[in-house]
């Protein structure tokens, strides 16, 4: 009598794990992108960390770090941690450099925006190396405000659900405009400079490119868009 045949099992794939802290925004705007241009995906996991007092960069890292070791991820599994570099007076120099010191230690990628998450949402709309001091001088100073009136949204809010969608059409430009930005510094600030010493700073748009590459690896095609329509 022929032995029972073993049943094949299905082989879990690895998964892409984005951590954002404290505001919505840079959640939606991912959790929107990564709809906008795939189908059906489930392999990108998009945690949220509440912001609360005691968070830290560090304590950012931590939370990776140990839901790493938890046991229920796979070593092939990759991390991210979306935040924004925030004042001096609120976080030292010294934290984000033990920060991204671990991160790297423990195969963890940063994408950090200088001074807040919005210095990526104007350069949706332009060109900019004026730096700021915080999120308030940013939203006061800058022409951000002005820029989102333009396409309907009269009051900006950073947990505003339309956001993205009101904002792709320029998703090209502020691509374009982050690479800019980043070879300005490359040639403004000495080598050695670390990243949140550069002000204004963000390589958001390399998680974007991280992420379309890993689904785009695991047979998940990205979809082709009318941005005009």
Known sequence: MPLPRKKAGRKVKSKFWIYCEGSETERRYLSSYIADHFKNVRLVELIEIPDI????????VKRVI????SGRKLHSDV?????????PAKYSDQLHEDSLAIAKKNKIDIALTSV????????HFEYSTAGYDSCD???????????????????????????YDKMKPNLSDAIVNSIRL?????KHY?????????NPYTNFHTLLK?????????????LVLDLEN
Not at 53 to 60: D, E, G, H, I
């Open 116 to 123: 807040c998450i919005e210095q990526w949402l104007l350069l």
């Open 210 to 222: 991280a992420i379309d590459n890993f689904l785009e690896q695991n047979g998940i095609k990205k």
């Open 79 to 87: 991390y991210w941690i979306a935040y924004d570099r925030e004042s």
């Open 182 to 186: 980043m070879e300005y510094n490359s």
């Open 137 to 163: 001088s940013l939203l006061g100073q800058s022409r951000l405000k002005d820029h989102l009136k333009r396409i309907g949204i009269n009051k900006y809010d950073k947990s505003l659900p339309s956001l």
């Open 66 to 69: 140990d839901d790493k070791k």
């Open 190 to 198: 000495d080598f050695n400079t670390p990243i949140y010493r550069m």
């Open 53 to 60: 007092k005691q968070n830290t960069p560090r304590s950012l």
